[in-house]
């Protein structure tokens, strides 16, 4: 933890974009309330029922924030509402990332593992 608010801001562009990395291709956009969308350039849909959906939060806060390692689904309903409970104040950046994001798109499990490998399955 650093007091640095340039090094903070650093690392918190970082950790988004290093997620933004894991996308085949950004679809959907929301800057300042501008959307942008666009289409996938493979064609095709998946077919089938192994079709998962990754969503990422990252939040920058001007506090430290104790939160639990996620293992089950009450450590994720425990850790949003921590997140949840903080004033606003506090709350410097969010940045809420979720692929696929168009339909018709879809992760198969390998290719989830394969990008996000210390993801646990709620």
Do not use: H
């Amino acid at each position: 933890m650093t007091d640095d608010f340039d090094e903070l801001e650093q690392k918190y562009n970082q950790a988004c974009l290093k997620e933004r990395t894991k996308f085949k291709q950004e679809t959907l956009s929301n800057v300042g309330g501008r959307y942008l969308t666009s289409s996938l350039r493979e064609s095709g849909a998946d077919v089938g029922l192994d079709k998962w959906l990754t969503i990422t939060l990252i939040m920058a806060a001007e506090d430290t924030v104790k939160l639990p390692k996620i293992r089950s689904l009450q450590d994720l309903r425990e850790t949003l509402s921590i997140l949840g409970s903080l004033s606003p104040d506090l709350i410097v950046a969010v940045e809420l990332l979720w692929t696929p994001q168009e339909t018709g798109d879809s992760y198969s499990r390998d290719e989830m593992l394969a990008d996000y490998p210390q993801l646990v399955t709620l």
